[in-house]
């Protein structure tokens, strides 16, 4: 009994000096160097909620209140009645008016896009326009042969019906989009067209497309940039494509609608937009040197002075990723992209002389440095680590404005815009602060320029099969053991580390965050076992 006693008295003792020393440690250590992540943390989310609540005014007061809709702002008058439209009336049929008509080119790049060919290729042949003064380009980086087949029958089954349309390959898929597009223009019959609209292989514009977007940059010679909306078929197929509806619908909502109302400018979104051609050559074309040619043409066309118009109210059917597997690459192109372009394009901003300084403000701290940057360190690092962390260092506290006040801003203005989806708020916090990591390492790599700084992984698609082979409940198991690739050990350790962090809080600490850490384990734990999305086809044998 004596021995037992002693045993006992002396784990107690040995317990008691672990804890000593922990505190010591956490004390001198730990408790300074988490001081210091707190307050630069509060630092980024004054300066995130700043800019939110700007956008968010903006937008809202010009567009609801202020009704400083694009007719308003711009001319516009509508194209003369066609005689003939791009569907393959004859070519006199469409003349009547057609001198009034700009040529237009309507660019499909595509790569290896079996289910989705023939809606966007028959879509683009459906626009309304003189058949003499509008040519579709299909560029085809295909690897597959059988696919590049199936598509160049499908140009050959529209040219028989009297459509222009132009099937285009290269030799190698050098520079991605970017390439496909830059190659497209080299041609002689592109370099004669006025304007240019753009359409990834899963966007289907509706027939009268042209005409609400071109009047905008025949009577404006000042805008290069015509944007339109997306709109998603598939945004009810499982909850990951409700969440980024919320999240593209807020993007398309606020950020695009205040950069057109306050300053002209917005980032192109790569599809579903009309360019004017000029624009394009006196910007440098198009460039490969990041992922995102798109921003990198419409920030180079910025410093040129030339103005961009987004137009809400034209929408453009288009497909979301609805496995986690493609949304991840997705997500990786864009941030990765972004923060790399800002690494390459901020001297260049700086040394501009042809706008103003308060554009070069806007695009170097707004545009780049605050949504491109601070956004997805801020959520990782702040709502995931730093606040996890503290509840097991009692030495800091987090004030209740950084803590409460800021995250509910954030999260009314985002709620505020999407009013239908206000049930899913909390779903979609959850959901955003797993994927902030992800966002995280890719943004660090873009600013860093390491090793996966130029990967392209192009985002799978469905199109007419989305329904018939995706019938998913909101959470579907994707049975992991089936595929070790759908496993993903970054967020199930994160998951594991919070907790521990909110084991301690409940069990030893004040239990104030608890449960907020609880619940956010629980959603990287169902990210990290591929328990959100689809099931989409496994590459593993």
Known sequence: MEGL??????????GGRVAAAWAAVRARAVAPALEAAVWVCLAMSVMLVLEVCYMSVVSFVAVKLLRRVPERRYKWEPMPSVGGTGGGKDEEEAVPGGE??????????MYNER?????SIGAACALTWPSNRIIIQVLDDSTDPFIKELVELECKDWASKKINIKYEIRGSRKGYKAGALM????????????FVAIFDADFQPEPDFL??????????????????????????????????????????????????????FFGFNGTAGVWRVSAISEAGGWKDRTTVEDMDLAVRASLKGWQFLYVGDIRVKSELPSTLKAYRHQQHRWTCGATNLFRKMAPDIVRSKGVSVWMKFHLLYSFF?????????????????????SVMVPEVSIPVWGMFYIPTAITIMNAIRNPWSIHMV??????????SMHRMRAALTGLLETMYVDEWVVTQKLGDHVREKLEVPLLTPVKPTECVERIYVPEVLVAFYLLVCASY?????????????????????LLGFGFVGTAGPCSCP
């Not at 779903?427 to 994927?435: A, C, D, P, S, Y």
Request: charged share 15%; net charge neutral.
């Open 183 to 194: 190659k497209g223009m080299e041609h002689s019959y592109a370099q004669e067209c006025d």
């Open 100 to 109: 009034a008509f700009p040529l237009v080119l309507v660019q499909i790049p």
């Open 369 to 389: 440095f605050v949504r491109r940057v601070i956004a997805p360190i801020l959520t990782f690092l702040f709502y995931c680590i730093v606040i996890p962390l």
């Open 5 to 14: 006693w002693g045993r006992a008295l002396a784990s107690a003792a040995s």
């Open 505 to 525: 809080d409940f069990v030893l600490g004040a239990g104030r965050y608890y449960l907020y850490i609880f619940l956010q384990a629980f959603a990287f734990l």
């Open 211 to 264: 005409l609400r977007t071109v009047p905008f940059l025949v009577h404006n010679p000042k805008i290069a940039l015509v944007q339109t909306r997306w709109e998603f078929v598939n945004y009810d197929v499982c909850l990951m494509t409700r969440i980024q509806k919320m999240s593209l619908d807020y993007h398309f909502k606020v950020e695009q609608e205040s950069g057109s109302s306050m300053h002209a």
């Open 426 to 435: 909390p779903i979609w916090i959850l959901f955003e602060n797993v994927m």
């Open 115 to 119: 289910e989705v060919y023939k809606l």
